[in-house]
């Protein structure tokens, strides 16, 4: 039966595959040799490029500002990371609890998600971190802190963490659907049988739980790693004219590479490098992924 389906799903699966080539294992392919290569311009032919070993590896971790944009999404990862990770978890504890309303609640923290980043970034730099009219400088000044109400949060050593916060707010949600489908999961019995043995809340909470969500988070965090590696809009939002040590990450630093995007150029473009970084962020997600997997493992309960 399964020799006489066979023309059927190579006929299926065939339009996938040539689409994963092309739009995927291609460009993979292609970056990766061409990270080894010295290429001035992204549409140069093969014939132009110039083998360069390791020398844009060694170019790039020799530039105190990609070694910064690596310092910043490290800084993304764990501390963003934990804060989100916390904050979804407990959304996600609570909206599972039988809380009334749930559905609306899951909704509106949800909804930046929906929102585009260019969007969102404009709304919190314009109607939250502006000091003369903002959200903050509204609070502050109600609550007679003068000088926190005058702060110029999108200022040099402010602009990391005010772009930080103003990114996480909405990565929140996200996260939080993901964790509330693995708790979902779990057996009610476990829940009923910890509350007749008299478990409190947070007991409930360690040990069932927790040790049932263990593959949703990995998910998350591979996923977190993802974002994080790819973070790019944020950064142009909050430093649109050049390159800042705030707010650079590895994805404006290959921008300005390959396109020079800078109104005062400060690079010379240089596409191996840009394919360099890029090679550089699959395998830092790559590692992750594996570290994930041998720390955090995957006993969901069984359903």
């Not at 910890?194 to 409190?200: K, N, S």
């Not at 947070?202 to 790693?225: A, D, E, S, Y």
Request: glycine share 8%; charged share 10%.
């Amino acid at each position: 039966m399964l020799k006489s389906n066979k023309p059927v799903i190579i006929a299926f699966l065939a339009p996938a595959a040539l689409c994963y080539a092309l739009v995927f294992l291609y460009p993979t392919l292609r970056t990766t040799v061409m990270s080894f290569f010295a290429v001035e311009g992204v549409s140069d032919s093969i014939a132009k490029w110039t083998f360069n070993g390791l020398g844009n590896y060694q170019k790039l971790f020799a530039a105190p500002i990609f070694m910064q944009s690596l310092k910043n999404i490290g800084r993304i990862w764990f501390a963003g990371g934990c804060g989100v990770m916390f904050m979804a978890l407990v959304f996600a504890v609570a909206l599972t609890g039988g809380l009334k309303g749930s559905k609306f609640f899951r909704s509106a923290i949800y909804l930046p998600n929906v929102v585009s980043a260019v969007a969102m970034g404009t709304m919190w730099i314009n109607y939250v971190f502006n000091s003369d009219y903002g959200l903050l400088h509204n609070v502050f000044s109600t609550l007679g802190l003068k000088a926190a109400s005058a702060t110029l949060w999108t200022a040099p050593g402010l602009r990391f963490w005010s772009m930080l916060t103003a990114y996480c707010f909405g990565m929140v949600g996200y996260h939080m659907l993901i964790f509330i489908s693995g708790i979902e999961q779990i057996p009610r019995d476990y829940y009923e049988a910890a509350l007749l043995e008299g478990a409190g809340i947070f007991q409930r909470f360690i040990h069932v739980t927790l040790p049932n969500i263990r593959g949703v988070l990995r998910t998350n965090i591979v996923m977190w790693t993802v974002f994080t590696v790819g973070f790019f809009v944020w950064g142009q939002l909050f430093s649109p004219v050049n390159l800042s040590n705030d707010t650079v990450a590895p994805m404006n630093y290959m921008y300005e590479l390959v396109f020079g995007a800078s109104s005062v150029a400060t690079t010379v473009r240089d596409t191996g490098s840009g394919a360099a970084i890029g090679v550089i962020l699959m395998l830092m997600v790559i590692v992750v992924f594996f570290a994930t997997v041998l720390v955090v493992r995957n006993d969901d309960a069984e359903v």
